[in-house]
């Protein structure tokens, strides 16, 4: 499988904060642009936020204002800081290249699962 481990998901109330780690391989991270996608139930995967080897980063609508991806070249290590959570952010959040690997199951890691509920 893929070497990219998430991490950093769990039960929020809405309102509230979390910061996923994503550790990935030297090769995918050096690769160039890392993304954070999500997967709700029964819906698609969609992409969350892309940030760029040179810093730049770009965010889904839902996102804006919310969400801050991050990236630490030293640790080849992705964040995605997610503050104020919506009941509509509950989903199995992952991180790939962007564009990513694949589309298969063996591109993609195991995921953090992401509950917001009160």
């Known amino acids: 499988q893929v070497d990219l481990v998430e991490s950093g998901g769990g039960l929020v109330q809405p309102g509230g904060s979390l910061r996923l780690s994503c550790a990935a391989s030297k090769s995918i991270f050096g690769a160039g642009a890392m993304g954070w996608y999500r997967r709700a139930p029964d819906k698609p995967r969609e992409l969350v936020a892309t940030?760029?080897?040179?810093?730049?980063?770009n965010y889904a609508s839902f996102a804006k204002g919310r969400f801050t991806v991050s990236r630490d070249s030293a640790k080849n290590t992705v964040y995605l800081q997610m503050n104020n959570l919506k009941p509509e952010d509950t989903a199995v959040y992952y991180c790939n290249s962007d564009p990513p690997i694949g589309y298969d199951a063996l591109s993609w890691g195991q995921g953090t699962q992401v509950t917001v509920s009160s």
């Open positions: 940030i760029a080897s040179g810093g730049s980063t």
